[in-house]
């Protein structure tokens, strides 16, 4: 298919910031992945899940707002660890980069690794991981 930039970003950004460019779009397609799987296992385990009594019922868009209070605080301590870690793992320090330059990534960071592979499926090869990132962008 070749190298897709309808909007032409990539023509006035540098090495950097392709590389910032390459985070957000990883993340932001795990994060939407995610949330599909997320609608349809709430739409599939509605009303018969050992969660909240299985009083959770209806469309899944409306399941949020039926989640008992103290749950959200939780949730967004999670997320707010895991993305604390991923902002450890890929970014420079602020203190440590100069004013023009925030959100710096590590030299040694390739967007979207961030050390999290429970299931051994991470290519050693670094060609190899660019390659399945590529696929997960494109299919996933």
Wanted: avoid cysteine.
């Amino acid at each position: 298919m070749g190298f897709f930039d309808p909007l032409g970003f990539a023509e006035k950004a540098d090495e950097a910031t392709m590389k910032r460019y390459r985070e957000a779009e990883v993340t932001h397609g795990r994060v939407a992945m995610l949330a599909v799987v997320g609608f349809f296992v709430g739409e599939a385990v509605e009303g018969s899940s050992f969660l909240f009594d299985a009083s959770i019922s209806g469309p899944a868009i409306s399941h949020p707002g039926q989640v008992p209070g103290g749950w959200d605080a939780l949730i967004i301590a999670g997320i707010g660890f895991a993305e604390l870690q991923r902002a450890k793992t890929g970014w420079v320090d602020p203190a440590d980069v100069k004013f023009d330059q925030a959100g710096k990534l590590n030299a040694d960071y390739y967007p979207g690794d961030i050390g999290f592979d429970p299931l051994g499926l991470k290519p050693e090869d670094a060609e190899e991981l660019d390659v399945m990132i590529t696929k997960e962008l494109q299919n996933g």
